[in-house]
C-alpha cells in the first residue's frame, strides 16, 4: 500500500476504511450479494476490527480493498471448513483406535523354517547344540 499522509485525513469523507485512500465509493455497510453480508461484518470477521456505524471511523471502502476483502473472506470460508474436515477424520481415526485397541496398523508375522533348527545326531548335552541365527520372514499387511 502506498504512504498515505494522514495528517489532514477528513474521517467524515470518502475514505477507505482499509487503505486510507481518498475516493472510496462502497459504503462499508451495505450488503455483499452473494454473501447476504454486509461489507462491515465481512470486514470485522476477517481482521478481528470492530466496525461500528457510530464509531466516528470512515464508513467507506475502495473497489479495490473490497475485492481483496470478499476474496480473503472466502478463502477464510474454504480453510475452515477444510480445518473442519480434518479434524472430523482425525478424530474418527482415533475413535477407531480406542474402540479396538487390539487393532493394529501393521501386523508382523513370523516364521520359522526347518533349516532355523540345528541337529546334532542325537546327543543330549548343551556343548553338542550349536546356536544358530534363524532365517526369519516378515510379512507386513496393512
Not at 481518498?22 to 481482521?47: P, V
Not at 457510530?54 to 476474496?71: A, N
Amino acid at each position: 500500500m502506498d504512504n498515505i499522509n494522514t495528517n489532514n485525513l477528513d474521517l467524515s469523507g470518502p475514505v477507505c476504511r482499509a487503505c486510507l485512500k481518498f475516493g472510496a465509493k462502497n459504503k462499508i455497510f451495505s450488503i455483499h450479494k452473494s454473501t447476504s453480508l454486509t461489507y462491515s461484518y465481512i470486514f470485522s470477521t476477517c481482521f478481528s476490527v470492530k466496525v461500528e456505524f457510530d464509531d466516528g471511523l470512515p464508513k467507506f471502502i475502495c473497489r479495490k480493498c473490497l475485492t481483496k476483502l470478499v476474496s480473503f473472506y472466502k478463502y477464510r470460508n474454504v480453510v475452515a471448513a477444510n480445518d473442519s474436515k480434518l479434524r472430523q477424520i482425525l478424530a474418527t481415526n482415533r475413535k477407531e483406535s480406542i474402540e479396538d485397541p487390539n487393532k493394529c496398523e501393521k501386523e508382523v508375522k513370523f516364521e520359522f523354517t526347518n533349516s532355523d533348527i540345528s541337529k546334532d545326531n542325537g546327543h543330549t548335552s548343551n556343548k553338542d547344540f550349536e546356536i544358530v541365527e534363524p532365517n526369519i520372514k516378515t510379512e507386513i499387511k496393512k
